[in-house]
Each structure stands twice: as structure tokens, then as C-alpha cells.
């Protein structure tokens, strides 16, 4: 018997998924959501939309990396800032030369480890090969913990480590769709937050840019997240 996800919730589970799904696709805050939910006649609160945000985007994220289309192996790296408790932190993120996704990955600093951090949670997804090329956008620290790993066999020695930066522009114009959703944040109010919240943004945008196989349309994508969450139709 499959885990009842929703138990104990106040309002049904459409309704959650459905303030969750918008939450993470479109440029909305909290407090839009609520005054759109009010038109439907439901009174909910920011906190508890917020709270399902939470609790849901890394259950929805975790079962839909299964089924992640294939990635190539030319990866396109890059980090972008973003505000945690109003300080920065580092979102690193790398899509392949068609502009999938490859991953992501959240860090308090930007430095080696957090580089070496998002490469092995990266090689560590079904969707992702070793990478046959890396370009960077020529960040030192970045550069280091790639030889590092190639030196310790995590990653391959055949992989070559490109610095061109004009072939990065295509994961700096993807940053811009994961910064146009973050923006009416105002940043987060903690690391876990924000974890939490990104991971349903980036797989969200796996979604739109058609890396999972079995969605087709915005029907199929209601459908098939309703199906993984075990909501009857």
C-alpha cells in the first residue's frame, strides 16, 4: 500500500499540488497565491502555503528524477548568487549542450568543495554520463576541484576542461528563468528553506523545457505529478 501523502491535511490534495505546482512554476509569492485562492473561494494562509512548499517540493523533486531524460555529456557549469537570512549564497548549476539540465546544487560559499559537492551529487543521478567536456566560466576554484576529481578517478581523465566563454552562455540565459522565480522571494529565510524550495523550481523547470518523458502538455504534467503523489484522479 502506497504512503498517504496528504493524511491529516485540512484541504485536499488537488488543491495542495495545485498551490505547490504554481508556486514553483510561475513568478508568484506566497501572498499572490492566497488572494488567487480566495477568488476560489478557500481561505488559506502565506505560512501554510509556504509550508506545503516545504514539506512537497522534495517529494515531488525526488520521484521525478527517475524519470529524467538522458543528458549528453558536454556540460555547460556555472554558479549564481542568491540571498539566504540576507547574506549570499551560491546556486551552482549545469546544463548540457541542449540545454538540459544537468543539476544543481545550493552552497553557503563558493569555493572548491562546494564545486566538488555539486559534481558529485550530479554524477550520482541516473539522467547524467561522465562528462566528455566541462566548460566553466573560468573560475579558479572550480577549475582546481576538477582536476582534483579527475586526479582521484571521480571524474574521467578522459574529460577535458574547456574555459571558452562565449559556450557558457547557455546556462547563463537558464539561470535567468531560475532568477526571474526567485526574485519575488526577497531571498529566504534559511539554508533548509531554501533547498527545499529550489529543488521543486529546478525540477519544474526540467519539466518545461521537456526532460521528462512522460510529459507532453500542461494536462500531462498535472496528471502524471498527480499520479507520483498518488492522488486519485
Known sequence: MSQNLFKWK????????L???WYLKYPL?????VEMMQERGLNLTHITIMRWVHQYSPIISEKIRNHIKLANDSWRMDETYLKIKGKNAYLYRAVDSEGKTIDFFVSEHRDKD????????ALKAKHNQQPRVITTDKYAATEIAIHEMIYSGILSVSTTLRKVE????????DHRFIKRKIKPMLGFGSFKAA??????????????????????????????INKIMSIEA
Open 29 to 33: 509569492s506566497y501572498r499572490m497565491l
Open 166 to 173: 562565449y559556450l557558457n552562455n547557455i546556462i547563463e540565459q
Open 19 to 21: 498551490c505547490v505546482r
Open 195 to 224: 533547498e527545499k524550495t529550489i529543488c521543486g523550481i529546478e525540477i519544474m523547470h526540467m519539466i518545461r523545457k521537456g526532460q521528462i518523458e512522460e510529459i507532453q502538455s500542461v494536462l500531462s504534467e498535472v496528471q502524471f
Open 114 to 121: 562546494a564545486a566538488k559537492n555539486f559534481f558529485r551529487k
Open 10 to 17: 485540512h484541504f485536499e490534495s488537488e488543491i495542495i499540488m
